[in-house]
Nanobody, 115 residues
Framework: QVQLVESGGGLVQPGGSLRLSCAAS????????VYWHRQAAGKEREFVAS???????NYSDSVKGRFTISRDNAKNTVHLQMNSLKPEDTAVYRC?????????WGQGTQVTVSS
């Protein structure tokens, strides 16, 4: 089965930047779409960004213009570049893809934006 592992989270000051990575155990991102979601403490999980197999991106209104999703097919990795970070971006970020009719999720990486 496909496994996804996120990395790159950490503590950053407001206005700073982080780049998250989502590595897949097999080469699937050249065809499959990938999604980033986040869940803040005490809140429901929300959609952040997506990249489909054709290279089309989509972003939530709250991150549009600040976040960029991209992929490196040779490395089986998807990135989420996060700029101009705000305290409200603090959350556990998880990537996901669709495999054999089901959703595959990574374990998540913590992003904390605080001064």
């Amino acid at each position: 089965q496909v496994q996804l592992v996120e990395s790159g989270g950490g503590l950053v000051q407001p206005g700073g930047s982080l780049r998250l990575s989502c590595a897949a155990s097999i080469n699937i991102f050249s065809i499959n779409g990938v999604y980033w979601h986040r869940q803040a403490a005490g809140k429901e999980r929300e959609f952040v960004a997506s990249l489909n197999g054709g290279g089309i991106t989509n972003y939530s209104d709250s991150v549009k213009g600040r976040f960029t999703i991209s992929r490196d097919n040779a490395k089986n990795t998807v990135h989420l570049q996060m700029n101009s970070l705000k305290p409200e971006d603090t959350a556990v970020y998880r990537c996901a893809t669709i495999w054999r009719g089901g959703s595959i999720w990574g374990q998540g990486t913590q992003v904390t934006v605080s001064s």
